[in-house]
């Protein structure tokens, strides 16, 4: 099941929510089903910086573009392999400790 960051247009709720291919999300604050679904990203923090990557449906060179503009290190479009998601943390972690 992806795990995937949401807004709810309703209530202005922030989330994340693993869903089914079957199923729909819904806001857990209001119910609702009248979402947007968000940039995912994961980051790999220190006192000085965070190393970020974003995770997305998002595959052009405008999205990457767009992605690498906004602060992420990684832009990485769905579907993800796990094992290049490991090799992608370790990846910023080792940056992070030897900047």
């Given at each position: 099941?992806?795990?995937?960051?949401?807004?709810?247009?309703?209530?202005?709720?922030?989330?994340?929510?693993?869903?089914?291919?079957?199923?729909?999300?819904?806001?857990?604050?209001?119910?609702?089903?009248?979402?947007?679904?968000?940039?995912?990203?994961?980051?790999?923090?220190?006192?000085?910086?965070?190393?970020?990557?974003?995770?997305?449906?998002?595959?052009?060179?405008?999205?990457?573009?767009?992605?690498?503009?906004?602060?992420?290190?990684?832009?990485m479009?769905?579907?993800?392999?796990?094992?290049?998601v490991?090799?992608?943390?370790?990846?910023?972690?080792?940056?992070?400790?030897?900047?």
């Amino acid at each position: 099941m992806p795990l995937y960051d949401f807004v709810c247009r309703s209530c202005g709720h922030e989330f994340e929510a693993l869903v089914r291919p079957a199923e729909a999300a819904r806001c857990p604050k209001c119910d609702g089903v009248d979402l947007e679904k968000l940039l995912s990203g994961f980051a790999v923090s220190s006192e000085e910086r965070t190393r970020a990557a974003a995770i997305t449906a998002y595959a052009r060179a405008e999205d990457r573009a767009l992605a690498i503009e906004s602060g992420f290190q990684v832009h990485m479009p769905k579907p993800v392999d796990p094992s290049e998601v490991v090799r992608v943390v370790g990846s910023l972690a080792h940056r992070d400790q030897s900047s």
